[in-house]
């Protein structure tokens, strides 16, 4: 029994040494570890494969070597995203699973419309969701979702709610 333990760790051992060493780099570069394929899973057919054009720069890296803060701030940058999962499936593909943002509200301001999302960014769109309420004036996004907070907390319904009208006064006191 001890003699069969001895040879397990002197096989991992050499295994260790095989794919450490300084000789091998030629397996850090080799096809079978370059990034091929890019899944993105969640948004519209058309919505992915926007975004999955935006990865197009990381094609043929290392599948080691790419970047996840690049990757983060790509996926960060995307309005319709609520949260996602980066999944690297070795030796050549990564998959991206995404959880699309809830439209909560309707806004217009410089003659665009805009979904408020649940992710708390302004989305830009092409029509007015006629079931959602209606926010005019400019308020920040986190000003909003207080008085969301607020009104979820009452007795009033959310959804009940056509219409929020937000005034700004600026006082220069000179």
């Known amino acids: 029994m001890r003699h069969s333990i001895n040879k397990k760790i002197f096989l991992y051992f050499l295994i260790l040494i095989l794919f450490a060493s ?5 397996f850090l570069n080799s096809k079978i570890l370059k990034l091929k394929d890019f899944s993105v899973f969640g948004l519209s057919e058309e919505e992915n494969y926007d975004l999955k054009s935006k990865f197009i720069n990381f094609e043929n ?3 080691f070597f790419v970047d996840s803060h690049e990757i983060k701030k790509i996926l960060d940058s995307d309005n319709l995203i609520e949260t996602y999962n980066v999944l690297k499936i070795y ?3 990564i998959n991206i699973q995404i959880k699309k943002t809830k439209f909560i509200a309707n806004t217009s301001f410089d003659s ?5 999302g649940s992710n708390k960014k302004y989305i830009q769109s092409d029509f007015i969701n006629p079931e959602l309420p209606f926010i005019f004036g400019r308020p920040s996004v986190e000003n909003f979702f207080e008085i969301k907070k607020k009104i979820e907390l009452s007795s009033f319904n959310f959804s009940d709610i ?8 600026y006082i220069n006191i000179s």
Do not use: R
Not at 22 to 26: G, V
Not at 112 to 116: A, E, Q, S
């Open 91 to 93: 030796p050549s593909k």
């Open 112 to 116: 665009k419309n805009f979904f408020i």
């Open 22 to 26: 300084i000789n091998n780099k030629n």
């Open 162 to 169: 056509k219409e929020f009208h937000f005034l700004n006064y």
């Open 61 to 63: 890296q290392n599948i």
